[in-house]
């Protein structure tokens, strides 16, 4: 019974589902168009259920960590800024003036965008150790970066051609070698997706 | 010590000190701001002439995708944007498929009120957030306030002033995504392949090179990349005030951040020379 559950039922929804919305794709009757509107509606309402697990899982793993002394004060900020965050939220309100949103501009933003801002030091730390000149493509790659980057700042502007310069490299061979991986990436997509709904791949329902 | 030594030591020395050499380069520039020249870049260039030849009226989906982390980066464009949308007379319709970037574009939009005396939901219409991602923007190719029901704020989509003549795609002439991930190519793929509405990205400089596949193909009109996307279109908006002679004094956020960054930039260009110098000179010791 539960093998049919967790295993069986889905594989054959999957299948099921697949096959009508690939076969509506190409089919432009207004019965089809109502199988796609109805399919989107069910799929933003099914989004929205994944925040209410979404909340119940972190609720969970948090409580638990509370009976362990390392995480525990930890744990507690999380439990405790979300509880303060949805409280304020409800009884206040979100419009522009909130308390909701002056917590949000004044620490949700400044905190996110400080720890981000810690990437420049250590990029600049990184670089200073690991960008050596070892070889030909090692040069190459040196000598393309310091165009970019140059020709990424403001003083680069006072170099003529500098942001066509800065433009081709990105426009050529940059996107040659990003095309490569796209169209690899779109055929495995498309690979996986038919093993999906042919339920030859299973790992997303345990295997 | 002899030159070869001192720069040997030089590429052994203690991160702390490169933070610290960082840290005065990006702080000084702020305090006292170089305001180096601002040339419009040409992606940019396409985004910012597209909308400023659109007719008076059109309507613009503004999808604020990101979060604070990218914020400094982000922000800026978005806040620019919206002012030339609303100085020319087009009509912004802000939304988010990322829960974090409601309160951001609400402060833009409030920015906007304050410098430009905009009204919501005449001038501009703020939908909020809406979960589904990939669904959503589906959904808004059929129906928009079929999407959104209500706007952020709670007023019904349908009694919305300056969203009546508005159905789905059809009344949009652009959609910028604003991300720091790589939600635009979601755009791309669903809302221009599928309902053909012209698409922009506005993303951080880091995934900038992700993104020129979709503008050789025509699935990008263009490409805000970065803080000096950020900063050049932020000074061709302050022209545009300045043409108008508004008072209120025009922000320079994203200007005076990419001065810093440049310094910065500059700063790691010198890092890498100097760490190399050593490096050879330890080589041919051996």
């Known amino acids: ?207 | 010590m002899s030159v070869r030594d001192f720069f040997i030591k030089l590429s052994k020395i203690d991160r702390k000190y490169i933070y610290l050499i960082i840290l005065i380069g990006l702080i000084i520039p702020l305090v006292f701001p170089p305001n180096f020249p601002q040339k419009m870049s040409p992606q940019v260039k396409r985004v910012f002439e597209f909308i400023d030849t659109l007719p008076k009226g059109s309507y613009v989906i503004l999808s604020a995708d990101y979060d604070p982390s990218v914020a400094p980066e982000v922000h800026p464009m978005y806040k620019a944007v919206v002012k030339h949308c609303i100085l020319r007379g087009i009509i912004p319709i802000g939304m988010t498929l990322g829960v974090q970037g409601a309160g951001l574009a609400v402060e833009a939009f409030t920015e906007a009120e304050r410098v430009l005396g905009a009204r919501r939901d005449t001038d501009y219409v703020f939908l909020g957030y809406q979960a589904g991602g990939a669904v959503v923007i589906l959904g808004l190719g059929e129906d928009i306030k079929g999407v959104y029901k209500t706007d952020y704020f709670g007023t019904k989509t349908t009694e919305i002033y300056a969203l009546k003549p508005v159905k789905n795609y059809k009344d949009i002439a652009l959609v910028i995504s604003f991300s720091g991930s790589s939600i635009p190519v979601t755009w791309a793929v669903y809302a221009y392949t599928k309902y053909g509405v012209k698409v922009a990205a506005a993303v951080t400089g880091v995934s900038a090179g992700d993104f020129y596949p979709y503008i050789q193909a025509g699935q990008f009109i263009g490409m805000l990349a970065g803080m000096k996307a950020a900063a050049e279109y932020e000074y061709a908006v302050n022209q545009i005030l300045k043409e108008r002679n508004i008072r209120e004094k025009p922000s320079t956020d994203a200007i005076r951040m990419m001065d810093a960054n440049s310094i910065g930039q500059l700063l790691i260009i010198l890092f890498i020379i100097i760490g190399n110098i050593g490096y050879f000179l330890s080589r041919r010791r051996k």
């Open chain 1, 1 to 207: 019974m539960r093998h049919l559950f967790e295993k069986q039922i889905p594989l054959a929804l999957v299948f099921i589902i697949g096959i009508i919305m690939t076969i509506q794709y190409f089919v432009p009757h207004p019965t089809s168009q109502n199988v796609y509107d109805t399919s989107l509606m069910w799929s933003r309402a099914i989004s929205s259920m994944a925040y209410v697990m979404a909340i119940i899982s972190f609720l969970r793993f948090h409580t638990k960590r509370l009976k362990n002394k390392n995480y525990a004060p930890y744990s507690l900020v999380a439990i405790l800024s979300f509880t303060a965050m949805v409280l304020i939220g409800f009884i206040g309100g979100t419009a522009k003036d909130s308390l909701f949103q002056k917590i949000y501009e004044n620490m949700m933003v400044p905190l996110q965008a400080t720890t981000f801002s810690l990437l420049a030091f250590y990029m600049s730390s990184a670089a200073y150790r690991a960008f050596r000149i070892r070889g030909v493509e090692a040069t190459v790659l040196m000598i393309t970066a310091f165009i970019v980057i140059f020709g990424t700042t403001t003083i680069g502007n006072y170099v003529p051609k500098m942001n066509e310069i800065v433009e081709w490299i990105m426009a050529v061979p940059n996107l040659a070698s990003k095309r490569g991986i796209i169209i690899g990436v779109g055929l495995g997509v498309v690979a996986t997706s038919i093993k999906i709904i042919l339920g030859i791949e299973r790992n997303w329902v345990g295997g």
